[in-house]
């Protein structure tokens, strides 16, 4: 049975072509009318599926994402496994942070030297300072050379500031003082290589780390709290 003739009369008007196909249609058998389908429909179908699985993929992922973040950290020049989460869960649990709601991070994948600046150093720089600019990051741990650089550009805060006065009064003695992009030096780290956490997972074996708070950060409470439970031992 003809279905469709694709070289149809140039003088039949499109509309009146469709009817004679709806014409013939209504009396084929299901094999002719799926073998229809087939050559002419089935590619176009598959592709809207395609399409809308894809948005509706999209649109899923958007609306029940976390819709912001209440913790970030990049650790930089670490020693520890960076696929390891244990840390940031621990941290989640002991601050009761809804992962439902709210994002909480650490990306120990971070490197920076001042000897040497590759392609990854540099994606990870650009990364961080995209990062800060949303407003997404709130800690930074890394050795001086790290923690001065990131001073240097006004990314790091006064801790003397932040830092709650019984909690500074305890840091006092490992302060890193460091120049900012003006010239001033500032309190801007802390010397956290004693941490107990940071030991129990590895993440600094014979460096120093320095800890700062990202001066734009407005989870700060959480960044202290993050300071805090460094220190806690299990």
């Known amino acids: 049975m003809e279905i469709y003739n694709k070289n149809r009369d140039k003088n039949n008007s499109l509309s009146d072509e469709i009817k004679e196909q709806n014409a013939k249609l209504k009396d084929a058998s299901l094999k002719d009318k799926l073998l229809y389908f087939k050559d002419y429909y089935l590619l176009s179908t598959v592709a809207v599926i395609a399409v809308c699985a894809f948005v509706f993929t999209l649109l899923y992922t958007m609306l029940t994402a976390p819709h912001d973040t209440a913790f970030g950290a990049f650790f930089?020049?670490?020693t520890g496994d960076s696929s390891s989460t244990a840390l940031i869960d621990g941290f989640v649990q002991y601050m009761d942070i809804d992962t439902s709601k709210q994002n909480a991070y650490i990306d120990s994948s971070m490197t920076y030297s001042k000897e040497i600046v590759d392609l990854d150093a540099y994606a990870g720089l650009e990364k961080a300072m995209a990062s800060i600019t949303a407003?997404?990051?709130?800690v930074i741990v890394?050795?001086?050379?790290?923690?001065?650089?990131?001073a240097k550009c006004d990314c790091l805060g006064d801790l003397t500031v932040f830092l709650p006065a019984d909690l500074l009064e305890l840091c006092q003695d490992r302060l890193y003082y460091a120049k900012t992009g003006s010239g001033e030096h500032i309190p801007v780290g802390i010397d956290v290589s004693d941490s107990p956490k940071?030991?129990?997972y590895s993440y600094y074996v014979d460096r120093e780390p320095v800890f700062g708070i990202i001066i734009n950060s407005d989870k700060v409470d959480n960044a202290v709290a993050f300071l805090k439970y460094l220190y806690i031992e299990d």
């Open 76 to 78: 930089y020049n670490d």
């Open 135 to 138: 407003n997404d990051l709130d």
């Open 142 to 150: 890394g050795d001086t050379d790290t923690i001065d650089y990131f």
């Open 198 to 200: 940071l030991n129990q």
